[in-house]
């Protein structure tokens, strides 16, 4: 009888690299030829990926569903010595969201998802984002090279009748120990007030970070949709002859979109510059002095070079910045206008940024290569910043329980409320099956009105000529007077009875 073979794949999460093993059996180690598989993640929901665990790694049992976008069935493994809690799903990329895999995944009862891209694109390129929805998500989800994947997907097939079972060993906990520096990218354009107070803020906490932060400025542009490759033209608020534009928005203070891309070719070279010498304060100096004298809504805009050279006159700036825009549009100088026509490093840089990450809103944030979904705000960047890096400053432990307590509060309230709409609906369903219950005695004659209402007021009549007898016999006013109220009381029922 052949022997079960057992697969034994093990991920260790290395300071440089994170990677899975194959340390057996050796049929499939020597596909890899014994080398580590790479693999890339990001965070998606509550997933976490500070553990270690053990588990099965498995593959979906229908091929028309590997790709996870239904339901996946909840495998159903025979026990034995190998066998562990955790299960682990392998899965093609496509068909649907990230999101909405890891949630078939997870409700089958899986702990991680390991999704084979079906490109042949890098996977550290690949942006496993949320898509705003995942917030019930908490299994780790991880990717894997498409030939890599193929490899693994066809052994497991080729072995799928096999009952020894493919174990699995999990560290993410080195990962977030190890990383050394946050990487924050911020994509906003030169003439977005509201970018600039966002900005101001920021920088004010991230230079509190050292040099654990690694702060990138990323100005949008955008392609004319007229562009031709082959034969390329001028075109209004774009350069390059309409590979770079931007086209400013109707509440956009500044209108003229070709000054707004050199202002920012103006900024990316200040903050090369400043990066290059280590100084960044340079570059978040100027930010701050030409929001102030050059965009405010105070006065009126002076948005353009004269302004900003002031600005850098005033920092007692010496580096030649003309000299940095005119190297990235591979030209000689500034003086000839024809310079705008030529391709420009810069600007390529910055939209090959936008289309990696498939950005639509700005400003926007990204932090190790995972988008800030949702409202941008200082207090939810900085956040997010605390809880990546290793030494945290002192604001940041209040921030966090800052933000904690809110949500406590909001929360109570929440139930406070929840509790008031209960109680208001037991109320009125209470009042409607009372009344409900009365009709219904009425309609089938158990509640005789009538004759109630009659021995009511034949009760008071009585009742009054008692009375009368009591005044003529020189009775105590106050009785009579007291009598007279509580038939009053006898009446007022009768009558609302009806």
Do not use: W
């Not at 229908?62 to 493994?77: D, G, I, M, Q, W």
């Not at 940024?353 to 400003?363: A, G, M, Q, R, W």
């Not at 432990?397 to 909001?410: D, F, L, W």
Request: glycine share 4%; charged share 25%.
């Amino acid at each position: 009888m052949k022997k079960s073979i057992i697969l034994i794949i093990s991920l260790f999460i290395y300071i440089t690299e994170c990677t899975i093993t194959i340390i057996g059996p050796d049929d499939l180690s020597s596909q890899f030829g014994n080398r580590r598989i790479e693999m890339s993640y990001d965070k998606i929901g509550r997933s976490s990926y500070n553990f270690y665990t053990r588990g099965e790694l498995y593959l979906g049992e229908e091929k028309t569903n590997y790709e996870a976008c239904r339901s996946v069935k909840n495998l159903k493994t025979e026990l034995n010595q190998y066998q562990e809690d955790s299960k682990i799903l392998i899965v093609k990329r496509g068909g649907c969201s990230f999101v909405q895999k890891a949630r078939n995944v997870q409700r089958a009862g899986y702990s991680m998802v390991v999704i084979v891209n079906n490109m042949e694109t890098e996977i550290k390129d690949v942006i496993m984002s949320d898509d705003g929805s995942g917030s019930d998500i908490y299994i780790p989800i991880v990717m894997i090279s498409k030939s890599d994947g193929e490899k693994l997907i066809n052994y497991l097939e080729k072995n799928k009748s096999d009952k020894s079972k493919a174990i699995v060993e999990i560290d993410f906990a080195k990962k977030r120990e190890d990383t050394k520096t946050v990487d924050v990218k911020f994509f906003f354009s030169s003439s977005e007030l509201r970018a600039y107070e966002l900005f101001k803020s920021l920088t004010q906490y991230i230079s509190q970070f050292g040099n654990q932060i690694n702060f990138e400025p990323i100005y949008v542009v955008h392609r004319s949709p007229y562009y031709n490759e082959e034969n390329p033209i001028r075109t209004l608020n774009c350069v390059s002859r309409g590979k770079y534009c931007y086209f400013p928005k109707e509440t956009t203070i500044i209108k003229d979109g070709q000054a707004i891309i050199m202002e920012d070719l103006r900024q990316k070279c200040i903050y090369e510059s400043s990066k290059k010498s280590d100084n960044l304060m340079n570059y978040y100096t100027y930010m701050k002095y030409f929001h102030s004298q050059c965009l405010v809504k105070e006065r009126t805009p002076q948005f353009n070079d004269n302004c900003a050279k002031k600005v850098l006159h005033s920092m007692a700036y010496t580096v030649n910045i003309d000299s940095c825009i005119s190297k990235s549009f591979d030209a000689m100088n500034l003086l000839n206008n024809l310079y705008i026509d030529n391709e420009n490093t810069i600007l390529s840089h910055e939209y090959d940024e936008i289309l990696k990450y498939k950005l639509t809103t700005f400003p926007s944030v990204i932090i190790n290569n995972r988008i800030l979904d949702g409202t941008i705000k200082e207090s939810k960047i900085i956040k997010e910043i605390c809880l990546e890096v290793r030494e945290k400053p002192e604001f940041c432990t209040y921030i966090i329980k800052s933000q904690s307590k809110t949500r406590k509060k909001a929360l109570i309230y929440l139930l406070i409320i929840l509790l008031v709409l209960i109680n208001i609906f037991i109320f009125f369903v209470c009042r409607k099956y009372i009344l409900q219950r009365i009709n219904e005695r009425i309609e089938q004659g158990g509640l005789d009105l009538d004759s109630r209402i009659k021995n009511v007021i034949g009760n008071y009549l009585s009742l009054n000529n008692i009375n009368n007898d009591y005044v003529r016999m020189g009775n105590n006013p106050t009785t009579s007077t007291d009598l007279k109220s509580q038939t009053g009381k006898v009446v007022d029922i009768a009558v609302e009875m009806t």
